[in-house]
């Protein structure tokens, strides 16, 4: 179903129950929105994803005169690693009694990421879709999961091996009874030792603009803005307010 423009997602589709694709590339053109538009139409497409290329003015132009709406500024932090020094002892690897306290944890935890700005999908919805993310990294979608334990699973970071010995963060969270004990920047600074024990000498990290606290806890720990980017959904049929 994957055209050279427009890629279908089958698991993002399944989940929110209706069809979802994404575009490829970040430049839009006049040629490039008539074609996308075409497929869009021929899949009876619903969501697409826009991921723009924030240098371009006219890309800009041409989705904000077409239906696109704005829900992300999305940031890409990076950091270099050498050695990953000593691992926060309130940081372990997830357990499986650890799940019940996680799921719940992710439910509330991630209302600046674009689904909750974007009236098509719902909020319990959207909360699913974190509970479900953090049980899929446990199952094996990440190559790791680190805990902070405050005498309970506290929170949670997630870890992705890339290629060319690069890491990635995935997700982030602190439960809200735990706030202001510095376990986030003891999550990440595990993260840190965790990739630098897998070969890793550099580690990216995705935040939203709106969520300044991540950014604030990324550049404690060393990383700095490597990209900027502007997310957009643009939508086919109607959707009822929420």
Request: proline letters at 2%; charged letters at 20%.
């Amino acid at each position: 179903m994957d055209s050279g423009i427009c890629r279908y997602l089958d698991w993002d589709s399944r989940f929110f129950g209706f069809p979802i694709a994404q575009m490829s590339g970040g430049r839009l053109d006049q040629l490039t929105l008539d074609s996308v538009t075409a497929w869009c139409c021929s899949q009876r497409i619903r969501c697409l994803y826009f991921i723009a290329d924030t240098n371009d003015a006219a890309t800009i132009e041409i989705a904000e005169h077409n239906s696109f709406h704005l829900v992300d500024v999305r940031l890409t932090l990076a950091r270099k690693i050498k050695s990953g020094g000593i691992a926060p002892p309130r940081i372990r690897p997830w357990q499986e009694s650890d799940l019940p306290a996680l799921a719940a944890i992710a439910r509330i935890s991630h209302r600046d990421t674009r689904f909750y700005f974007d009236r098509g999908f719902a909020n319990d919805r959207c909360n699913d879709l974190y509970e479900t993310w953090i049980r899929n990294s446990c199952a094996g979608y990440a190559d790791a999961v680190l805990v902070a334990d405050a005498g309970q699973a506290a929170g949670y970071i997630t870890c992705h091996l890339d290629s060319n010995s690069q890491g990635r963060i995935g997700m982030v969270a602190i439960g809200s009874s735990f706030q202001g004990q510095h376990l986030g920047s003891e999550l990440v600074h595990a993260a840190l030792h965790w990739f630098a024990s897998h070969g890793v000498s550099r580690v990216n990290v995705v935040t939203q603009c709106r969520n300044v606290a991540a950014q604030c806890l990324y550049q404690a720990c060393g990383f700095r803005t490597a990209l900027t980017q502007v997310v957009y959904h643009r939508w086919f049929e109607s959707t009822a307010s929420r």
